[in-house]
């Protein structure tokens, strides 16, 4: 399905044509340079890769068997004379292949004599490592300050664009627009679509894609679909959750791959999700590359800042509304005063109906932080049950339990139908979340702050019966008629919900007043 590439986190090359996103200086870029061009001899199959520094052959140490790769981007400066000898300069050769230089550059003697490097050249063509020979004044001091000011000057030049891309990224953060004008942002850097995925790989948002256009390149949907059945290969791999990832996209054998960049988005360590910059072209442009990857780490970054940001402040309002739920269905209120203020605040009229609904499950049993951001995804969901303009929904986490309090409208028969109606919407849109031990129940509608709090006392004695006798699931029982019939003892029936199999009584969940 894909061909992964795995990068550095760190991209230092943004313009050159031939440019390593790890930060070294193009080979060919390098040897374009009046000083060497035209210098190679042999080879050329190695030109493809980077340099970053330059080293003389007597900085190196000796050769031999037990010398380590350490010269990894290291263009090596060596007199002619060390090659003078045909045995000794292929076993040197290939000692400095197998060190890992990037290429070698034999200066001639100051006499301007130059060996026969018929075998030394040979050897370089097998060890795939450029060998070239200087002009006189092409000595270490002049190599070394070329490739050096080379280096200098790109990471200056890197870090100059780079600052730019996090200027125009932090003044998105900045006004908090949020993640979609994030997004947009991104997109108009890059000139290309992105996707920003949740860690489960959920899309949040995606820009940039045109309308109409044609390709998987213009197909969000279906790139994250095929991005979310790699993603137990991200998890696993270390590199890919904390760096940089390339992969190709491919849905056929014979279709064009679309190549993705995929930077992962990590706030104090947790994987808050994924920045996804998808190239229009195959095969990618290097330049646009280049300063893809850029754009995608800093994106990535200002992304997570703008996430932890709502997140935030999500959390200290879902903070603030669970203190109100919790003082509302525990009758915390130091007077009327203070439960007016605060209910304004949430929406909540005191003078209205409201039936309190409880629900717990295993998985909402507090043991740890993934259990309580799963609580909260779970409050989050109950909010969005049947939304309705005239009916205010409060839902908080309080312990191993989602407390629902649902506004209750029209006369007493359609209250209870409504009550019930909503606690079957609840259970069918949480059991595929919460698994099957999802247990709900609910008291009866009651007017204001002390209803909400003996219907939360009716629906907890509910749960405890429905605990202790086996209950599967929530069975609502619809009177006949609204008004209260009595039972023996002068007990009052038929007050809230039931618990059971279908077709199977259940005790009922009623208080003793």
């Not at 890992?100 to 100051?110: E, Q, R, T």
């Not at 679509?193 to 279906?222: I, K, N, Q, S, Y």
């Not at 072209?281 to 709502?310: C, F, N, Y």
């Amino acid at each position: 399905m894909g061909t992964w590439h795995r990068r550095p986190s760190s991209v230092d090359l943004i313009d050159a044509q031939d440019r390593d996103p790890s930060g070294q200086i193009s080979l060919r870029a390098l040897l374009a340079e009046p000083l060497l061009r035209g210098r190679v001899i042999a080879g050329t199959a190695g030109l493809s890769r980077s340099a970053s520094w330059c080293l003389p052959l007597s900085e190196l140490g000796e050769a031999g068997p037990v010398s380590s790769p350490d010269l990894s981007g290291m263009v090596v400066h060596l007199p002619a004379d060390a090659l003078a000898e045909p045995d000794e300069a292929c076993a040197l050769v290939a000692d400095l292949a197998r060190r890992d230089a990037v290429a070698l550059l034999v200066w001639p003697s100051p006499e301007g004599r130059v060996p026969d490097l018929t075998r030394a050249a040979r050897a370089a063509e097998e060890a795939r490592i450029p060998l070239l020979v200087l002009p006189a004044e092409a000595d270490y001091r002049a190599v070394s300050r070329l490739v050096g000011q080379k280096a200098l000057a790109q990471t200056s030049h890197v870090l100059e664009y780079g600052s730019r891309v996090h200027r125009t990224l932090a003044e998105v953060l900045a006004r908090g627009s949020g993640i979609p004008a994030m997004a947009r942002a991104v997109a108009g850097l890059a000139r290309c679509p992105v996707l920003v995925m949740d860690a489960d790989g959920e899309t949040l948002v995606c820009a940039g894609f045109e309308p109409g256009a044609a390709g998987l390149a213009a197909e969000p949907a279906r790139i994250a679909d095929l991005i979310a059945e790699r993603l137990p290969d991200l998890r696993e791999s270390d590199d890919c959750a904390r760096t940089l990832t390339e992969l190709n996209l491919r849905e056929g054998e014979l279709d064009d791959p679309v190549r993705v960049l995929i930077a992962p988005i990590v706030v104090g360590g947790d994987l808050y999700g994924r920045l996804v910059l998808v190239e229009n072209v195959w095969p990618p442009d290097a330049h646009d590359l280049a300063q893809h990857r850029v754009i995608a780490e800093h994106g990535a970054t200002l992304t997570g800042s703008e996430m932890l940001r709502q997140r935030s402040v999500r959390a200290a309002e879902e903070q603030a509304r669970g203190d109100f739920v919790e003082s509302l269905v525990h009758g915390r209120f130091a007077d009327p005063h203070e439960l007016e203020a605060r209910a304004r605040h949430h929406g909540f009229d005191p003078e209205g109906r409201y039936a309190v609904h409880v629900l717990t499950a295993g998985a909402l049993l507090p043991a740890g932080r993934r259990d309580q951001r799963r609580a909260g995804a779970v409050t989050r969901m109950v909010q969005v049950v049947e939304p309705s303009d005239t009916q205010r929904t409060l839902a908080a986490a309080i312990g191993p339990f989602i407390v629902v309090i649902r506004q209750v409208t029209g006369d007493a028969l359609a209250g209870q139908a409504s009550v019930a109606q909503f606690a079957g919407q609840l259970h069918r849109a949480l059991r595929p979340h919460l698994g099957d031990d999802l247990r709900l129940t609910h008291g009866r509608a009651g007017r204001g702050a002390a209803g909400v709090a003996a219907s939360y006392y009716e629906a907890r004695v509910a749960m405890g019966l429905a605990r202790h006798t086996g209950a599967a699931r929530v069975r609502v029982r619809r009177p006949a008629r609204p008004r209260r019939a009595e039972g023996r003892g002068g007990q009052r029936r038929g007050a809230g919900v039931r618990q059971g199999d279908p077709g199977r009584a259940a005790p009922r969940a009623q208080p003793d007043r």
